[in-house]
């Protein structure tokens, strides 16, 4: 039996919305980080899970999320992109791939990521069915999230496929 190894990267970037919008929430990983500024998406946004549903579209070479749930239709209107991710780790299986695990970077100045870290493992864990890391980091005042304009996430994953 042959195991063949893919790997897969992911990348996602969403803008603050402006000072003014204080009902838009901020959602990274699945978790409501309460107080702090919302991120501009058609979707609610989520950085987090949308990177991570990229790496494994990616490393399944199924293309990526933008094809599979378009921002023009508007059933993913605000849509919980747990479930989206949830949906594409589904995909994943359908071709006949096993996901081993995925870890995120999140870069931003805020919020620390780290108040919320273990819970956001456990959520986007659970919707992927496979072990999933966060990790944050700041920008170091360095560019647009360096000034605090956004929050950006890299994110790798591997999956496997046996015959
Ligand atoms: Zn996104």
Same mark, same amino acid.
């Given at each position: 039996m042959t195991i063949r190894v893919r790997v897969g990267q992911g990348f996602d970037i969403h803008r603050f919305v !402006?000072?003014? !919008?204080?009902?838009r929430q901020l959602i990274l990983g699945g978790v409501h980080y309460a107080n702090e500024r919302g991120l501009v998406g058609h979707s609610d946004a989520d950085v987090v899970a949308h990177a991570a549903a990229e790496a494994i579209l990616g490393a399944c070479g199924l293309g990526n999320i933008g094809e599979h749930f378009p921002d023009t239709d508007e059933k993913y209107k605000n849509v919980d992109s747990i479930k989206l991710l949830q949906l594409v780790a589904k995909m994943a299986r359908d071709n006949q791939f096993e996901i081993g695990n995925v870890d995120c970077s999140v870069v931003c100045e805020q919020p620390k990521i780290s108040k919320h870290r273990d819970e956001m493992q456990r959520i986007l864990s659970t919707a992927v069915g496979s072990p999933v890391t966060v990790k944050g980091r700041r920008a170091e005042g360095l560019g647009a999230l360096g000034r605090k304009e956004g929050i950006a996430c890299w994110a790798v994953a591997v999956v496997t496929q046996g015959n």
């Open positions: !402006d000072a003014s !919008d204080t009902q």
